[in-house]
């Protein structure tokens, strides 16, 4: 059971829009710390998508998006391709058990 | 560009120890972290620790700490992770990665090291 909650899966058809959720607490994403997101492919090691809540790292599309507000932050797909599945995951802080950085479970996005 | 290439796949017994290495290129290595990040079979990842390069310092995960210990050669830029006891539930892809930023997002990531343990 992670820290950081995310739905299992979630899908959409091309050209639809999907979003990630990631729920904290007040000793992580609610006490103000920043919220990263990593895209896997299948096979292939993460890469970075979103650093500090809503930043896009060179080369990564801009269909990709970050939010956070309170104690939960999303990703966002704005304009869903078939080389958009792929599991997705949050990071960030967590301040009970010192420095220690957690991951959320993970979400697999299917393209219909 | 930056790069972290690790060290191939190992097959080990439970009770071996094992080291595997993540080397670094490209970048200015008093300036970051290396992470290591657990992923088992079919599962998601976990964090496992870090260290500074620079002065060596590491900390880790209440999770993982005293399980394994995450050590670096500056001068090679190289940071290992290793175990002196494998057990079965240590099979898994290991990845390391460059931790920076004010909050020490994980921007650029190593290949991945398949871990076997079994008898």
């Known amino acids: 059971q992670s820290v950081l909650t995310q739905p299992p899966s979630v899908s959409g058809a091309p050209g639809q829009t999907v979003t990630i959720s990631c729920t904290g607490n007040s000793s992580n994403i609610g006490s103000g710390y920043d919220v990263h997101w990593y895209q896997q492919l299948p096979g292939t090691a993460p890469r970075l998508l979103i650093y500090?809540?809503?930043n896009r790292p060179s080369g990564v599309p801009g269909r990709f998006s970050g939010s956070k507000s309170g104690t939960s932050a999303s990703l966002t797909i704005t304009g869903l391709q078939a080389e958009d599945e792929a599991d997705y995951y949050c990071h960030s802080y967590y301040r009970i058990r010192l420095s220690d950085w957690v991951f959320g479970g993970g979400t697999k996005v299917t393209v219909l | 560009e930056v790069q972290l290439v690790q060290s191939g796949p190992e097959l080990k017994e439970p009770g071996e120890s094992l080291k595997i290495s993540c080397k670094g290129s490209?970048?200015?290595?008093?300036?970051?972290?290396i992470g290591w990040v657990r992923q088992k079979p079919g599962k998601g990842l976990e964090w496992m620790g870090r260290?500074?390069?620079?002065?060596?310092?590491?900390n880790y995960s209440p999770s993982f700490q005293g399980r394994v210990t995450i050590s670096g050669d500056r001068s090679l830029t190289t940071a290992y992770l290793q175990w002196t006891s494998l057990e079965t539930s240590d099979t898994a892809t290991y990845y390391c990665?460059?931790?920076?930023?004010?909050?020490?997002?994980?921007?650029?990531w190593g290949q991945g090291t398949l871990v076997t343990v079994s008898s």
């Open positions: 490209g970048y200015n290595s008093y300036n970051y972290w």
């Open positions: 260290i500074d390069l620079s002065d060596s310092y590491t």
């Open positions: 990665a460059i931790q920076q930023g004010s909050s020490w997002y994980l921007a650029y």
């Open positions: 500090n809540n809503n």
